[in-house]
């Protein structure tokens, strides 16, 4: 049996990219999705975030390495009643 595949490749990313299993692995927060980020622990990974739009932070997010922002305009990232704790 063959499987087929299909990739986007760029800055387009599919599905939930605020929820922190997606974080965890590692995949780009999406700001255009403009959502809430609830509390996680990264596992240590680089958190990047890229678009435009506005990403509110609603719990601390530890364990992390680096944090990248890249947008083509603005990305906002809001720490509201959390934010990033080392």
Known sequence: ???????TLGSAVVGDTCDCSSIQGGTPIDCS???DIEA??????DI?????GTIIIDGDITNYGNVNIRG???CVVRCNTGCFKR
């Open 1 to 7: 049996m063959t499987k087929d595949y299909e990739f």
């Open 48 to 52: 990047n975030f890229i678009n435009d």
């Open 72 to 74: 083509t305009s603005l």
């Open 40 to 45: 996680c622990d990264a596992g240590g990974v």
């Open 33 to 35: 999705e403009n959502c």
